[in-house]
Nanobody, 123 residues
């Protein structure tokens, strides 16, 4: 069982930056691929970024490529999402997720989810 707790969300102006953190419980964090997803009001949850258990592979949605960076610190059981050059369309609840095995962009393949953190970007 893995418990995930996101933090770092908030209100920021367009062009600004935020860093989201996702702290995981459990001793086997380093064996999990981690992902970030987001859900805007009235829309489906969509993929943002994912990172392999070792951190050597990362993938991004086209909408955030070049602006967002996913990383992880297995010693701290934490995954991060650095978000730069934020746009109003990035406004959403951001969720982290974990799964054992290979990285994937499909939300249904993740086994554990956090409660989400709100990110609001004002224009």
């Amino acid at each position: 069982q893995v418990q995930l707790v996101e933090s770092g969300g908030g209100l920021v102006q367009a062009g600004g930056s935020l860093r989201l953190s996702c702290a995981a419980s459990g001793r086997t964090f380093s064996s999990y691929a981690m992902g970030w997803f987001r859900q805007a009001p009235g829309k489906e949850r969509v993929f943002v970024a994912t990172i392999s258990w070792s951190g050597d592979r990362t993938y991004y949605a086209d909408s955030v490529k070049g602006r967002f960076t996913i990383s992880r610190d297995n010693a701290k059981n934490t995954v991060y999402l650095q978000m730069n050059s934020l746009k109003p369309e990035d406004t959403a609840v951001y969720y982290c997720a974990a799964r054992r095995g290979f990285v994937t962009t499909f939300s249904y393949q993740y086994d554990y989810w956090g409660q989400g953190t709100q990110v609001t970007v004002s224009s």
